[in-house]
């Protein structure tokens, strides 16, 4: 299931669109206040940013800002704000697409759908490691690596939440291969089964840290 992070202070429309992203596979998570909707990011891991502009505490832009300076994930800025400025400014400050309200919710599971499409197919690239996903599997600059079933969900799933925790449970409910009763070694088995493959020096790691008492990341 899609999660999607809602950051918007009208409580009706949070309520009217986590009904309606629900029957899309979209499972929706609001704050009205972004202070908690960024310390969120940092135990919860998402898959996309629904951004209101007009919030409490701190201004949407701003807010965009602060999600970009650490993160990668996919922003959508949705806002009755129609000015011009505002726009431009909202996408020179990171966001991938702008919404003004008001608007079809069909449109908006569309571009959220088109969004994510993009973004899982894009090429990952920094310190000159490049990775890239496919269906048939994960491409290390150019080579495919000769990945298991298992690793190949697992890498994916790091690589798609790249930069974010990802918590054990999280990992177990989203790797279609680990079963719910696997423990939590047999989950540090394939990490460093992973590491192996991707890792210049697999005793330490650079690419998929471990965060103790939380998950692992993957740093990119």
Known sequence: MIKILLIEDD???????????????????????PRAALNSLSIESYDLVLLDLTLPDIDGLDVCRLLRESSDIPIIISSARSDL????????????????KPYEPRELVARIQSLLRRVSGKTIQANSETFRVEDNGI?????????TRAEFELLALLIKHRRQIITRDFI????????????????????SRIRHKIESDPKHPTLIR???????QFTL
């Not at 719910?180 to 070694?185: D, G, I, L, T, Y």
């Open 11 to 33: 409580l009706e429309i949070s309520d009217l669109l986590g009904q309606y992203l629900e029957r899309y596979g979209m499972e929706v998570i609001a704050y009205a206040h």
């Open 85 to 100: 400025g505002d726009k431009v400014i909202a996408l020179e400050a990171g966001a991938d697409d702008y919404l003004p």
């Open 139 to 147: 491409y290390k600059e150019g080579e495919l690596l000769p990945l």
């Open 172 to 191: 177990a409910n989203n790797v279609p291969s680990i079963q719910w009763e696997s423990s939590e070694r047999s989950i540090d088995v394939l990490i």
């Open 210 to 216: 471990s965060v103790r008492g939380m998950g692992y």
